[in-house]
């Protein structure tokens, strides 16, 4: 047995390990953040190809006829998915072709969009999902306000006068007035209107989704 190896040689099958080591990182490390997206991937016919773990966790939860053990789409999705597709081939067939599927939980949206992977010839699905609110008094109050403010502020955007809000709280325009001259203060505005575009702003910032 020949133990004379040229030292050339051992840096080769070393840096060559070494190339294995950091790939098998690497691909292990794609793996890893593409589980952590939603996406789903089905071929240009439509057939399912590859689901990660927290779309398919997203889908059981919107879906009654999906569960986490099933390599397949929901049946109204997959509907959906042909008529993207037959869309994309005849686009004059179809009037009513919508580009993004939605389906509301209670307070919670999921969206779903499609794009072309054109080099695979491949569709990729993105899945989000969005927390719903309706206008509340809490999420206004959540902006810094006091609670009376809040729920003038609430009143405000619903069209009630400064008089038709002083009638539900049983006080006089003046002590309304007041409320509003402080919500302007902290809202850096000066006009009613302005407080109302400030406040839809600063809650959709926040990641507030209005239905």
């Known amino acids: ?30 793996k890893r953040v593409i589980e952590l997206l939603n996406i ?25 006829d ?3 053990d099933i390599n397949c789409l929901p049946e109204n999705l997959q ?34 969009r499609m794009i072309i ?7 990729i699905l993105f899945l989000e999902e969005i927390k719903l609110c309706y206008l509340s ?19 405000v955007m619903q069209g009630k006068t400064n008089a038709e809000i002083a009638e539900v709280f049983g006080c006089s325009d003046r002590t309304v007035k007041k409320h509003l001259e402080h919500v302007y203060s902290k809202l850096g505005v000066q006009t009613r209107f302005k407080a109302m575009i400030t406040v839809l702003e600063k809650l959709k910032m926040s990641g507030i989704s209005f239905r």
């Open 79 to 112: 509907t959906w998915l042909n008529n993207q597709i037959r869309f994309l081939t005849h686009p004059y067939e179809d009037p009513a072709h919508s580009l993004l599927f939605c389906v509301i939980q209670e307070n919670e949206k999921l969206t779903i």
């Open 40 to 64: 789903i991937i089905v071929s240009d016919t439509g057939q399912f190809q590859f689901m990660s773990q927290s779309a398919r966790r997203l889908l059981n939860k919107y879906f009654d």
């Open 117 to 123: 992977d054109e080099k695979s010839d491949e569709y």
């Open 137 to 155: 008094i809490g999420a206004i109050e959540s902006l810094g306000l006091t609670k009376r403010e809040a729920e003038v502020m609430f009143w």
């Open 66 to 68: 999906f569960s986490l």
């Open 1 to 30: 047995m020949d133990f004379n190896i040229p030292h050339a040689k051992l840096r080769q099958s070393y840096q060559s390990a070494i190339a294995s080591i950091r790939a098998e990182q690497e691909l292990a490390q794609i």
